[in-house]
């Protein structure tokens, strides 16, 4: 283990940029004690941590949270998107296929993306927590730097936790051994543990999209809601306790402003992930991996719109789920593609209208008109390949409908009528009479739509086990995914996951 940090390392580190200044300055070889010392070099530092949550692009996986990471595989394998293949496109190995299917493997290239993407998060945070521990920064100054770089480590392991389960939990840099395997219940303990360590030293402010008490309330709120799934002892009280905690939040009176292009603005978006094309961030395209290649004559009378792919689309039903009323529903692209220029439905090149079906024929074989695009975020003319909106992690509706499901568990619905209350009137609907698990769970559908987050309530709620569309019943061992093959590949102490 070399004990300079060179140029190479920093660029690893700040590759893309700080999600508070998008200038930071890149520094040469650094000896250590030499680099972290002042307010600019600690940020640069520490900016570099947060940059990593944009994911990125090489040779062996495409990682981007935007696109592979959160919305090809967390999407694919729930019962909200697909990625079916249209003629020759989209077939890619059979993956999505196997994703729709539940009979993926572990030399899928999206598991190995999520894999990539969270251990390298890590181990950029672990090489700059050992350069301020080199630092000559007093213990009192290192506290809340360590704070802020452990809690967002912390997420990471939860993504890992929930994908996962038994996991190598590496904290070390200069550690250059080869892990192996935690259990899931170890994974959970030590997310639980640094996050609560955490808080202390945590700004009580609303700072956007930094690592605030308020991130890691919500952090453990998620872990506390899902704990029953994650390890068998249920926590709904936890769950609660910690909703409470989060403050200073608000729903946004238009839905559609938390994804519009400059949604930092909302009141309700508690931790994102900043993007600007300007400044050349990269990975914020997954509007163009949904719509139809013509798509763009629906946004630009000339076209003035990125390339689109033809990609992912609802599933069959879920489009239906929404009352015609329910102003979420515009969260999809439905129905005839008018072509701005002359007013008429476009015609694709088959000559057939560009007609989105809410109908799917098959995941194997699927017509490029077929399925509901996304358009939960901003679509406009001018755009740029990588958008300028930001990539919504947590929203204070979640805070909401975490909080009503967890007294619904505890058989006290009355208490949840508040909760669901203000996110039904937000979307034009009625609330219900009564305030069950199933209502909860088509709520949660609905408000969340293509946020990448439907997996984990399908496993939370039971219903990924069962038969839907393209899919049999799932054995209970795929509620985690396989280690990737490539990995015991290189690490001989790692054992698979049971089942796979």
């Not at 293949?85 to 290239?109: C, E, L, P, S, V």
């Not at 990539?116 to 890590?122: A, L």
């Not at 998620?222 to 249920?234: D, I, P, Q």
């Not at 009479?433 to 399908?458: H, P, Q, S, V, Y």
Request: contains cysteine.
């Amino acid at each position: 283990m070399k004990i300079k940090i060179t140029a190479a390392l920093l660029v690893s580190m700040l590759f893309t940029i700080s999600c508070t200044n998008l200038n930071e300055d890149l520094y040469d070889k650094v000896e250590d004690g030499k680099f972290g010392n002042t307010p600019k070099e600690v940020d640069a530092l520490v900016g570099g941590a947060y940059s990593s949550l944009r994911g990125f692009k090489d040779d062996i996986s495409n990682n981007f949270p935007t696109s592979e990471y959160v919305f090809f595989l967390n999407e694919t394998v729930s019962d909200e998107a697909t990625i079916p293949t249209r003629g020759t496109n989209w077939y890619d190995g059979g993956q999505y296929q196997d994703a729709q299917k539940h009979t993926w493997k572990a030399d899928n290239r999206m598991i190995l993306s999520a894999w990539r993407y969270n251990y390298t998060g890590i181990a950029k945070i672990n090489a700059i927590i050992y350069q301020i521990d080199k630092s000559s920064l007093s213990d009192t100054a290192k506290a809340p730097i360590y704070a802020e770089l452990k809690a967002l480590r912390a997420y990471y392991y939860y993504n890992l936790l929930d994908l996962f389960g038994n996991v190598p939990i590496v904290v070390n840099f200069e550690d250059t051994s080869l892990p192996s395997n935690s259990t899931r219940k170890q994974v959970y303990d030590f997310v639980e543990k640094e996050l609560l360590d955490a808080i202390p030293h945590l700004t009580s402010n609303i700072v956007y999209s930094k690592l605030t008490k308020n991130v890691a309330y919500s952090i453990l709120a998620r872990l506390y809601l899902n704990s029953e799934a994650f390890v068998g002892v249920a926590r709904w009280q936890d769950c609660i306790n910690m909703c409470q905690k989060v403050t200073g939040y608000s729903l946004t009176p238009d839905f559609f402003a938390n994804f519009a292009t400059q949604n930092e603005k909302s009141p309700e978006i508690i931790f994102a992930i900043p993007y600007d094309s300007k400044a050349g961030t990269v990975g914020n395209y997954m509007n163009s991996m949904s719509c139809h290649y013509l798509h763009k004559l629906t946004i630009s009378a000339i076209g003035d719109y990125p390339w689109s792919a033809n990609g992912m689309c609802a599933q069959p039903g879920v489009y239906s789920a929404f009352a015609d009323t329910d102003k979420r529903k515009k969260c999809m692209i439905a129905g005839d593609q008018i072509n701005l220029a002359t007013g008429q439905v476009i015609v694709m090149d088959n000559g057939e209208p560009l007609t989105y079906t809410e109908e799917v024929t098959s995941v194997a074989d699927a017509k490029d008109n077929q399925g509901v695009r996304l358009g939960k975020y901003e679509m406009k003319a001018g755009e740029q390949w990588e958008r300028d909106h930001d990539f919504v992690l947590i929203r204070y509706a979640e805070i909401l409908m975490m909080q009503a499901e967890c007294y619904v568990r505890l058989g006290s619905p009355d208490l949840a009528k508040p909760f669901v209350q203000q996110i039904t009137t937000r979307a034009g609907e009625e609330m219900p009479t009564t305030i069950d698990l199933a209502f909860i769970d088509k709520e949660l559908l609905k408000e969340f739509t293509f946020e990448g987050r439907r997996r984990t309530d399908n496993i939370r709620f039971g219903t990924f086990f069962l038969p839907w569309w393209e899919k049999g019943a799932t054995p209970k061992y795929r509620a985690i995914f396989p280690i990737p093959s490539t990995v015991l590949t290189t690490n001989k102490n790692l054992l698979q996951n049971p089942g796979y």
